[in-house]
């Protein structure tokens, strides 16, 4: 079946604009996660949606960050006035079995952001 | 903060040796996970341990959790070159009454053939 899919794969903006990063999860996974990973480094959490809301967004490093999840499925990852520091690729995971918040994830293939 | 220290950085092994990576948090765990992740690739799910000094294989892959749940190993018998990526811990951690998730930096595994 199809995994999850994330649009744009590559994404070069000017400092100062704005972008939407999106994530289709797999079909019928409730739970949704953003991360974000430099290189050489592990996924660092964003944000954790379980349906339509934000089950905890402590992740976000600043209020330029905002998601969405509106209907329980897509997700949209929001960044305003953009900085050479958020140069990363933004991966996305959902999650559909267990118990507890965070278990077996399975990500796509990520959004390379490049804020020139 | 919590934090979730993985070492070592780098790991070169000839094909056929052993490689073994580990993870360690600073505090008590709810559960640990490990990740794989290709070149130029996305992480993928290993496997998940729960329990208390749990031990489970996968082939050549054996995954220990410690008896205090704040440590953790991923160990390969015999190397091969699709064992070639970057091996991620992340542990689960309960945090201001919440679980709160925390990737390591990972080891990246060379094979020399």
């Known amino acids: 079946g199809a995994g999850v899919s994330q649009t744009p794969s590559n994404k070069v903006t000017e400092k100062g604009k704005y972008v939407e990063l999106r994530c289709d999860p797999i079909?019928?996974?409730?739970?949704l996660y953003w991360y974000r990973q430099s290189l050489g480094q592990g996924p660092e959490f964003l944000i954790y949606?379980?349906?339509?809301?934000?089950?905890?967004d402590s992740g976000l490093p600043n209020d330029r960050f905002f998601a969405v999840r509106p209907e329980g499925s897509v997700s949209t990852l929001k960044i305003q006035r953009t900085e050479r520091g958020d140069s990363a690729v933004y991966l996305c995971?959902?999650?559909?079995?267990?118990?507890?918040?965070?278990?077996?994830?399975?990500f796509g293939p990520g959004t390379r952001l490049t804020v020139l | 903060g919590q934090q979730v220290m993985q070492i070592p950085q780098y790991q070169h092994v000839q094909e056929g040796e052993d490689f073994t990576t580990y993870c360690n948090s600073s505090t008590t765990l709810s559960n640990i996970q490990w990740y794989k992740q290709r070149p130029g690739g996305h992480p993928v799910f290993l496997i998940q341990?729960?329990?208390?000094?749990e031990v489970k294989k996968q082939k050549r892959l054996t995954f220990q959790f410690g008896e205090a749940k704040k440590n953790s190993s991923l160990h390969i018998t015999a190397t091969q070159t699709t064992d070639v990526g970057t091996y991620f811990c992340a542990g689960v951690m309960w945090e201001n009454r919440d679980d709160k998730i925390i990737f390591g930096k990972g080891t990246r595994l060379h094979i020399l053939p």
């Open positions: 079909s019928g996974h409730t739970a």
């Open positions: 341990l729960v329990k208390s000094g």
């Open positions: 949606f379980q349906g339509t809301g934000a089950a905890d």
């Open positions: 995971a959902s999650s559909g079995r267990g118990q507890g918040s965070y278990n077996e994830q399975f």
